[in-house]
């Protein structure tokens, strides 16, 4: 049995090698390339695709104490301190491939940071890099620096106003 063990491993081992390139030959340089040129921008983020959310609408009045507001598989929490006034916020789940929240009133900042929490469970995403963005007609205007659950499969950011926020990557 041990030797079978060890004829397999070694039979793995050489698989996963074979047509991996471990040549320590110097690699021809690139044509294309400008000595000195910076390198190329990251990609811009786009917006997960997602299945459609179900349209719902929650409103709550939040003041000067804080308070939550849960929509659908998302919550937003506006700490103690970030409104001088109670005022009354809905969070729509737009039903879009985008996975999308609209926040209203439209243009409300918060004197510190309220964090928005996205669920990315129903998106098609990459593993790493995945983001809240701030949306602007479908399209990726700014990006929140964001935490990620991957087991909870969850995206986490602080944000300073109101608008639409998407899962981007």
């Known amino acids: 049995p041990l030797r ?5 491993l070694l039979t793995c081992a050489a698989i996963a090698c074979a047509g991996n390139d471990l040549s320590t030959a110097p690699r021809a340089p690139d044509v294309n390339a400008r000595p000195g040129a910076p390198p190329p921008p990251p990609p811009k983020p786009r917006i997960a695709e997602c299945r459609p959310q179900r349209d719902e609408r929650q409103s709550a009045r939040i003041g000067p104490d804080g308070g939550t507001l849960t929509v659908g598989t998302s919550r937003f929490v506006v700490p103690a301190g970030a409104l001088a006034t109670e ?10 491939s985008s996975g999308a929240l609209e926040f209203s009133p439209a243009g409300l900042q918060f004197a510190k940071p309220a964090v928005l929490t996205m669920s990315y469970a129903r998106c098609d995403t990459p593993f790493f890099r995945v983001t809240v963005a701030y949306v602007e007609a479908d399209t990726v205007s700014e990006v929140e620096p964001s935490r990620q659950d991957w087991l909870r499969r969850t995206v986490t950011a602080e944000i300073r ?3 639409s926020y998407a899962v981007a990557f």
Do not use: D
């Open 4 to 8: 079978c063990t060890v004829a397999i």
């Open 87 to 96: 005022i009354e916020i809905t969070a729509h789940a737009i039903p879009s």
């Open 161 to 163: 106003h109101f608008s």
